[in-house]
């Protein structure tokens, strides 16, 4: 079984640019999480997603951050523009159901922001 | 508040050697208790779980925690340590009908050979 797929691995963007990650989760997986992990830090959960609607983005910047999965399958996180403390690890995790205790994580994007 | 609280920030321990990582919680009830690992530039994996039942519970990867009702703890242990177990670790939860996981600050593990 295929795990959860993320991509870039490795992103150095300026402040105020903007960028895009993607997440393509686990086969079958109808709950899909962002997480935001800064160093020294446990992950901190961005947005949820069951199946396309959200279920919970209340810790997301709207003001800056955004994500879709329009088909309910693969996702994108959007920082638009990005600010220094952007600077992070991003996880992608799924979960096969919406309540499901156990998630799984994809390999995470490194974003820095100069 | 709800919190999870890993006093250590880093071990050091030699292969071979026991190891015990340390995890309390700030919870009204028993919540679903996990501890993840983190290898430098991997995602997390998920190594053990409690939700109820035996107290006692057994991971992947030799590893093993211990659910203490009186003392809100859920320490990770594992008898001898390999020079790959050496990555960063996290004890989370998840309270009740609260869909989100409850993070600790993890802690990091380095072997010596």
């Known amino acids: 079984e295929a795990g959860v797929a993320q991509s870039p691995r490795y992103k150095i963007i300026e402040k105020r640019q903007s960028v895009a990650f993607w997440c393509n989760p686990i086969?079958?997986?109808?709950?899909l999480y962002w997480y935001q992990q800064i160093l020294g830090q446990g992950p901190k959960l961005l947005i949820q997603?069951?199946?396309?609607?959200?279920?919970?983005d209340s810790q997301l910047p709207k003001d800056r951050f955004s994500a879709e999965r329009l088909k309910g399958v693969d996702s994108t996180l959007k920082i638009q523009p990005a600010k220094l403390e952007d600077s992070a690890v991003y996880l992608c995790?799924?979960?096969?159901?919406?309540?499901?205790?156990?998630?799984?994580f994809g390999p995470g994007t490194r974003l820095t922001v100069t | 508040a709800q919190s999870v609280t890993q006093p250590d920030i880093h071990i050091t321990v030699s292969e071979g050697a026991s190891l015990e990582l340390r995890c309390n919680y700030s919870?009204?009830?028993?919540?679903?208790l996990f501890w993840y690992v983190q290898s430098p530039g991997q995602g997390l994996q998920l190594l053990l779980k409690?939700?109820?039942?035996d107290t006692l519970v057994q991971g992947i990867k030799g590893f093993e925690a211990e659910f203490k009702r009186s003392q809100s703890s859920f320490n990770l242990r594992k008898p001898s340590v390999h020079w790959s177990d050496a990555a960063e670790y996290f004890c989370?939860?998840?309270?009740?009908?609260?869909?989100?996981?409850?993070w600790g600050l993890g802690t990091s593990l380095a072997v010596n050979p």
């Open positions: 989370a939860f998840k309270a009740g009908n609260n869909r989100k996981l409850i």
């Open positions: 409690y939700f109820s039942g």
């Open positions: 997603f069951q199946n396309n609607g959200v279920v919970d």
């Open positions: 086969s079958g997986h109808a709950t």
């Open positions: 919870y009204g009830a028993t919540p679903y």
């Open positions: 995790a799924s979960s096969l159901e919406r309540i499901s205790y156990e998630q799984y």
